[in-house]
């Protein structure tokens, strides 16, 4: 065989895995079917932003332990493939498997005359059930039987983007969902070589290792949701803080202090989704979900706070000069998608307020939805500059360094909406200082 294993997708999944596995001296097989994200990996020129990516993919171009390839065809190089394909939601919520299906087809025709024994491992998320599918579909194709000719696992990623490669080589956990010795003999000497100490490998079932996934973003979802409900109260107690609360009670190991922050909701293109498929296959199990459709409804309105300050210090919000510091998601990543900046500068230009946006790195994905409808800052500075409101959307780093000075310097009025809970209220009180679950 050329290569140890093959990555079917190469998106934040299956990129970050891919350059991660190739570091620890595995050769690596990557394959896409976008060409235009090919040839720029060949270049070690990723096309997503992550910390130490573009490092990772050089050396693992120059010393050939990344090959890439758009023909899925290919992957019969490789005798383990991962699928890591996207599983977008449908209009109305349910996963849409197109992707994988297609992917996991173009596999079986690809092994169908060839005697190898092949693992297939399914790591884009998917709902239970789903993996029987991806057998139905490889048996069909191939006309090759499972745990005969090849094996199935899913081993669902948990990584978190800004922070993907660090994820990938020390993950908390690795959860494995096979059924067969011989597939799980042959996964564990593979993560061996990549995990090395203390491997956290969690052994299931497939359907059960499908469910962890969605169990795991719902969880965390259901946290911040909740925080945000909480804001919501501490906003209308005059002297509230929900940082106040948020400390005490991540002090409480069983509730642990991540993910209480309070904010402008969550986006991404893992919680909104992931959420929504677990309430649309609850709802085929003729399971209530109300838990986590009240996690999104929270959601959905919570970027509606800013407005409601907006209204009472500003009113009529047309003609007047908006700025919003923080585009993407969540800092060190540029990816936009289902962040709650979109519906912010949508709902301003609504009411005909003149945008000026600024992010470190997600300005260039933001043009691609908003145009010339707003205008884009190099920098924080010249953003806030003659403004009559700034609203804080993504807690970057940079925006942390921004004096009570600056703004007061900069703006035409300091109305400041801290969406993110980024300044301290004590260093901030001889400004408009408004935030998100401050009384
Ligand atoms: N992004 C995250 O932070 C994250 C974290 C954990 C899990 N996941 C899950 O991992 C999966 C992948 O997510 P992502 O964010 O990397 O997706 P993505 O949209 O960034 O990338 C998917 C890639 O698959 C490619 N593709 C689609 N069909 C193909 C085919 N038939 N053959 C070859 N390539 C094909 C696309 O061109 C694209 O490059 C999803 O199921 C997602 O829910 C994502």
Redesign the pocket.
Known sequence: MEYDVAF???????LSTAVCFADRGINVLG????SK?INRIKNADSPIHEKYMNELLEKAIKKNRLSLSRK?ADVTKAKIIFL????PSRKNGSIDLK?IE??SK?IAIAIKDIEEYFVIVI????VPGTALKIIDNLEKHSRKKNSIHFGVIVN??????GS?INDTLRPDKIVVGVNSEKDKKIIYKLFKKIYRKNLPIVYTTPSNAELIKYANNSLLATKISFMNYISRIAERIPDGDVNEIKNAIGMDKRISESFLNAGLGFG???FP??VKALIAFSKELGVNSEILQSVLAINDTQFMSVFNILNKELGQLEGKRISILGLAFKPETDDIRDATSIKIIKRLLDKKAKVRVYDPIANNNTKRIFGSSITYAKDSESCIRNSDCCIIVTEWKEFKMLKPKDFIRLMKRPLIIDGRRIFSKKQFNKLEYHAIGLG
Not at 8 to 14: D, H, S, T
Not at 84 to 87: D, R, Y
């Open positions: 079917v997708g190469l998106g934040y999944v299956g394959v896409d079917i976008d994200k899925v890591t394909v996207g599983t992707y297609q992917a173009d790591k884009s998320t998917v669902p990623e948990f990584l978190q983007e993907a991404g293109s893992c989704k992931d």
